[in-house]
C-alpha cells in the first residue's frame, strides 16, 4: 500500500482572497440594479434606475454597497422616504454586507439622463 502523502515544510498554503474580485462586484452590482428597477417613482411611472436618479452604483470588495442617487426635485414630496426604501430593498440582496445611499443634487436631475425607452413614454422623443 503506497504511504500516505505528507506536507513537506516547503509545500506552500494556497493564498486565500479577502474580498470579491471584479466579476464578483459586477455580478453583484448588476443585481443591485435590477432591485433598483423594480423601485418607482411615484410622480412618475417609472423606475428610478431608468428615470436617470440614479447616478452611481459600486460594490466594493468587502461587498459594501455605495448608491449615489439625486430627485426629481429638492421640493420632491417622497425626499426623505425614497432613499430609505432604495436602502431598505437593496439590502435583502444577501451577498451584500452593507449598503451606504447618498443622496446628492450635484449635478441636478435633468430629463438627459432618462433612458431612451423611458424618454419615449413620457412623449419625449
Not at 428610478?48 to 459600486?58: K, P, Q, R
Not at 444577501?94 to 449598503?99: E, G, M, Y
Request: aromatic share 4%; proline share 9%.
Amino acid at each position: 500500500m503506497p504511504e500516505p502523502i505528507r506536507k513537506q515544510e516547503t509545500d506552500v498554503e494556497p493564498v486565500r482572497r479577502s474580498g470579491l474580485n471584479s466579476i464578483e462586484r459586477t455580478v453583484l452590482e448588476g443585481e443591485v440594479v435590477d432591485v433598483l428597477r423594480c423601485i418607482y417613482d411615484p410622480e412618475i411611472p417609472v423606475n428610478i434606475y431608468d428615470l436617470g436618479l440614479i447616478y452611481e452604483v459600486a460594490v466594493d470588495e468587502s461587498a459594501d454597497a455605495r448608491i449615489v442617487m439625486t430627485l426629481t426635485s429638492p421640493m420632491c414630496p417622497v425626499a426623505e422616504e425614497l432613499p430609505l426604501e432604495v436602502e431598505e430593498k437593496v439590502r435583502l440582496i444577501p451577498s451584500l454586507k452593507n449598503v451606504t445611499v447618498e443622496l446628492t443634487w450635484d449635478p441636478p436631475f435633468s430629463i438627459d439622463r432618462m433612458s431612451d425607452e423611458v424618454k419615449l413614454l413620457l412623449g419625449l422623443l
